[in-house]
């Protein structure tokens, strides 16, 4: 059973002014969704392919509204009739393909959700898309704290303004790759992989998560990082999400995250690291999990299992 904690953090990020108080003050410790939660909600909503879209609608919602672009009217009219092709995934955006080769992007942020199932509550439903001819009459875009998007964008700014932003995925990088786009960065490489033009949809949930299992310290400045270091990285990468996609991503204590069918996921009960502060190592049992401060972002560690010098061991399980 996981203990409910709320925890207070100094800052969020730079939008934490316009976010309630009680948010500011109380708030988790992640930023979910990341990659394995996106890709869960992916899963969940692509039976609604082949499907045709009757109309768009964004629902009234008293409050903070969403980036949408462009207005509903011209939004609405574009996607009006149209076949959804493909639904597919960037970093931690969904993608939805239409047939005119227009791409919806919904990038869910901290507390959005895309649903087929009716959302948590009433309120706060961002888009709903009114379907036909598939196993669903409806796909929704539920975001509780409006910090997500919803765009549609023609395949041209699907590339200038998605594509064109972004690094290889996480799941597709290869190690040769992530070393030479972050080999010569002197910045710490628990915070290099959040960089998502350096490879899309790690977050910093997972970022803890993947270096444990790689055995390295998050404070390990990317320059100083050897190839067997980056190889083991990229092995961890691939661990940790595809895990996590296997128990459709985490939900944490705030409960937020739910997958296209309104369910919690289960990866919340596996995580080694994260949320574990001062509870003893699951793989050394000496060592007791620290939590520290990388910018402005809580990371966890093990300062037995994960040291700066080069005997690390890849963790296979704990
Ligand atoms: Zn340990």
Redesign the pocket.
Known sequence: MLAIVLRVESILDRRSSDLSPAYTYFTWIGSLPELPEVETMRRGVLPVVGSRIVKAERPPCRLRPILFEPAIRTFDRRVRDQQIVNIGRRGKRVMIHLKNMDVIVIEPRMTGLVLLADPPGPEHLRLRLALRGGPSDQLLFWDRRGLGTVRLLSAEELQTKVDAKLGPDALEISHQELRQKLCQSRREIKVALLDQAAVAGIGNLYAAEIL?LAGIDPRTRCDGLTGPQWQRIQRAIQAVLLEAIEHEGSTLSDGTYRNALNDEGGYQNYHRVYDRAEQ????????R?RRIVQAQRSTFF?????QRSGLHHLVQS?
């Open positions: 444990f003893s190592c699951f793989r050394c049992k000496k060592g999990i093990c300062p037995k299992c994960q704990v």
